[in-house]
Nanobody, 120 residues
Framework: QVQLVESGGGLVQAGGSLRLSCAASGRTFSNYVMGWVRQAPGREREFVAAISRSGSSVRYADSVKGRFTSSRDNAKNTVYLQMNSLKPEDTAVYYC?????????????WGQGTQVTVSS
């Protein structure tokens, strides 16, 4: 089973940027579709982004398209989420996620999460 550890969350003003990182260990990283999901207080967990095993394909939720960019470095077993033009509604706990299944919006493994707070 893969272990996932996120870092890079914090407090930022609206319009600012943050970069999240997720370090994976325990299994062959390139076997996994990787992604990000988030959960705001009182809301269900929602899909943010997914990146294919090679990194050549990335899918985004409509709410973050054009503002967030996900990438991965298979040599470093790390996936990233660059978040620009942040909005207060982006405030949530962000979870790194992994899947051995097809490229999509469903995941099987999650990290412990990192808090992102965007102030207005």
């Amino acid at each position: 089973q893969v272990q996932l550890v996120e870092s890079g969350g914090g407090l930022v003003q609206a319009g600012g940027s943050l970069r999240l990182s997720c370090a994976a260990s325990g299994r062959t990283f390139s076997n996994y579709v990787m992604g990000w999901v988030r959960q705001a207080p009182g809301r269900e967990r929602e899909f943010v982004a997914a990146i294919s095993r090679s990194g050549s394909s990335v899918r985004y939720a409509d709410s973050v398209k054009g503002r967030f960019t996900s990438s991965r470095d298979n040599a470093k077993n790390t996936v990233y989420l660059q978040m620009n033009s942040l909005k207060p509604e982006d405030t949530a706990v962000y979870y790194c996620a992994a899947s051995l299944g097809p490229f999509g919006t469903k995941f099987d493994y999650w990290g412990q999460g990192t808090q992102v707070t965007v102030s207005s």
